[in-house]
């Protein structure tokens, strides 16, 4: 039995469960003796350790295979609606707490208040809304006569006044956290990424969100961008690729956890078939390149001891939900240097700690929500066993084996919703070599 919060397993355990909440923790020599009308379940062999956490998950993207996809071809309705089932997936793969960091609407508040209501069976999670965007910055992905309509995810908001109402308008929706992007696809001469907001800019959404009770999130690749978030005390800085030892400095400072959220970029490099837009596009090329860079700045971060959490980027189509969660512990031993306990430490505890009431979540300890896993394998030994479905033996939540149905669906009227038909130009010259 692993706790989440040590080093090493424990044996000869017993965990007595009362209201959902684990009451006792410790050796079975010392348990307290069964009562009458106790349950007893006996693991067997498994290895036992507490439900997972994905620090990135997007409850409302579909699997999508584009932007498009993702804020055009579905009503808020629809997405809400998927994005509970897809939840159910992810919790199926021993995921029991997940963090939407940027949203559409109020899909992921209202899958939130469905299943805590008891609606539904589902895993926990910090809610989020649409993602504040500037000129320059991640989710302003369309030209400038679409803009941001009121449907999709970005929300641009260009003035310091538009920026603090946002915050304000969706603390009132009932988020638990804000996403701010804060870089994109802009670049200097020199390559270096420009800061979507200044660091004025910035400073006064993060502590008017702190100030109403939210937590802050931001996309951040570019040194500036997360050298602005640290000083400004963003608590999860996503991806930090290209940040320098000033920012690990910042970050100890502010306390601003990294969320590396390689997973993307690796199954987007080694997914990507020849025929993938991707491909041609040279948006594979370039995480490629991305990934090198990112694998030294965050080892570095590591070593200065700057706080990481465990987050996969589910719900495009190199990410499927349910599928790659625990992808990302296995980047934190690989890429970045992590033993597979603390690796394992931080996509538990580490990791839960981001939610609502996060320190009664994410570790097996008396006192805590009895979310916990069966594991065939020992994660230990081989941190990449948890990425096998077979090997999720059963996710209990709240102290109860949970059962999520196996169901199929079908995909063109679920994900693939886009209007792209052809991936190629049939020139008669591509016809004469298509024979
Ligand atoms: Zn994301």
Redesign the pocket.
């Given at each position: 039995m692993f706790t989440g919060l040590e080093d090493s397993a424990r044996h000869d355990q017993t965990l007595v469960i009362e209201d959902g909440v684990f009451r006792y923790v410790g050796p079975t020599a010392q348990a307290p003796e069964k009562q009458p009308g106790d349950t007893q379940l006996d693991a067997g062999s498994h290895f036992v350790m507490p439900g997972l956490a994905d620090a990135?998950t997007?409850l409302v993207f579909g699997n999508a295979r584009s932007e498009e996809d993702i804020d055009f071809w579905t009503t808020p309705e629809f997405r809400a609606l998927r994005g509970l089932f897809f939840a159910q997936r992810v919790l199926a793969a021993g995921y029991t707490s997940v963090v939407v960091?940027?949203d559409a609407g109020n899909c992921s508040i209202s899958v939130r208040d469905a299943i805590n209501a008891g609606l539904f069976t589902g895993p926990r999670i910090a809610a989020s809304s649409n993602v504040i965007a500037n000129r320059h910055s991640l989710n302003d992905w369309f030209p400038e006569h679409v803009g941001t309509p009121e449907y999709v995810t970005g929300r641009l908001c260009t003035t310091r006044e538009s920026q603090l109402a946002e915050v304000r308008r969706q603390a009132k929706a009932g988020v638990d956290c804000i996403k701010i992007a804060m870089d994109g696809t802009h670049f200097r001469e020199d390559g270096t990424h420009i800061a979507a907001f200044t660091q004025d800019e910035i400073s006064a959404m993060v502590d008017e969100a702190h100030r109403l009770g939210k937590k802050v999130v931001t996309h951040a690749y570019g040194k500036e961008a997360v050298m602005y978030a640290a000083r400004a005390g963003v608590d999860v800085i996503n991806h930090a690729f290209f940040a320098d030892e000033a920012c690990a400095e910042a970050m100890l400072k502010s306390g601003s956890r990294v969320s590396p959220t390689l997973t993307f970029l690796r199954n987007n490099v080694e997914f990507s078939a020849e025929h993938e837009p991707s491909v041609g596009s040279g948006y594979k090329a370039a995480q490629l390149r991305v990934i090198e860079v990112a694998k030294k700045n965050l080892r570095k971060l590591r070593e200065a001891g700057v706080p990481f959490v465990a987050g996969s980027?589910s719900g495009f189509a190199v990410t499927p939900y349910g599928e790659w969660h625990a992808r990302e512990i296995e980047i934190l031993v690989d890429w970045i240097g992590f033993t597979p306990a603390h690796a394992l430490r931080i996509a538990t505890s580490g990791t839960a700690a981001l939610l609502p009431r996060g320190h009664l979540l994410g570790a097996i300890e008396a006192g805590r929500k009895a979310d916990f896993l069966f594991v065939a394998g020992d994660p230990l030994a081989d941190v990449s066993v948890l990425q096998r479905k077979e090997a999720i033996a059963a996710v209990h939540l709240d102290g109860r084996a949970v059962r999520i149905e196996e169901r199929s669906y079908d995909p063109w009227k679920v994900t693939h919703l886009g209007s792209l038909k052809w991936t190629e130009v049939y020139t008669r010259e591509r016809v004469r070599e298509m024979r």
């Open positions: 990135h997007h960091p940027g980027d």
